[in-house]
């Protein structure tokens, strides 16, 4: 079992820039959840995935965010239009239905600084 | 919406104590979930609790389920300079978690 992977672990951009991360979840987990960290703060929750369905959006998820997981496996965030708030950790967690669905586990994140 | 507070912020204890912090809420969860998080890296699960009352060890972690389900707190006994980091708290009622603000520990040799 890898675990959670995410790619890139950094990335630098000018404001105004999109930027897509990408999330590998443990395989065969079917959620998949997107969270944001700034620093000092505990994860945000942005996103939920059960198989390639996107259940649940949070409010802090602005037009110029998007997530998809088209096939079920992996997943993308992609950031339009980046701002300097944007700047943050982006982490990804997924969870299996059998067993205990609620036990998330992280991948390493993506660091966005947005210049 | 739901928050949860952490306490302390931060601690700074001696190699070998044991450790106690606590997560609060004014909402009610039906699971509680505790991290450790190292600089750069993600959270990393440490013990999960489903049941009011519950008390669950992990090593040398123990969590509990408060009664009233607004609250958990987190013990570490003999710590070790590995238990440095920023240990969350994480409730949910359904799919979403709400995380707290963390507690820093650091460990003194």
């Known amino acids: 079992d890898t675990g959670v992977s995410q790619d890139p672990r950094h990335k630098i951009t000018k404001r105004g820039q999109n930027v897509t991360f990408r999330c590998d979840p443990i395989?065969?987990?079917?959620?998949l959840y997107w969270y944001r960290q700034t620093l000092g703060q505990g994860p945000e929750f942005l996103t939920y995935?059960?198989?390639?369905?996107?259940?649940?959006k949070s409010r802090l998820l602005s037009d110029r965010f998007s997530a998809e997981r088209p096939k079920g496996s992996f997943s993308t965030l992609e950031i339009q239009r980046t701002e300097q708030g944007d700047s943050a950790m982006y982490l990804c967690?997924?969870?299996?239905?059998?067993?205990?669905?609620?036990?998330?586990?992280f991948g390493p994140g993506t660091r966005l600084t947005v210049t | 919406g739901q928050q949860l507070n952490q306490s302390p912020q931060s601690m700074f204890i001696q190699e070998g104590e044991d450790v106690s912090m606590n997560c609060t809420s004014s909402s009610i969860f039906n699971t509680w979930l505790w991290y450790k998080q190292d600089p750069g890296e993600g959270p990393v699960l440490l013990i999960a609790l489903y049941k009011a009352g519950e008390l669950t060890s992990n090593g040398r972690l123990t969590a509990q389920f408060g009664i009233t389900r607004k609250d958990s707190f987190l013990n570490i006994s003999a710590s070790i300079p590995s238990d440095v980091g920023i240990y969350f708290c994480?409730?949910?009622?359904?799919?979403?978690?709400?995380f707290g603000p963390g507690t820093r520990l650091s460990v003194l040799p």
């Open positions: 967690a997924s969870s299996s239905r059998v067993g205990s669905p609620y036990e998330q586990y």
């Open positions: 395989s065969e987990h079917n959620r």
């Open positions: 995935f059960q198989n390639e369905a996107q259940l649940e």
């Open positions: 994480a409730g949910s009622y359904g799919q979403n978690f709400v």
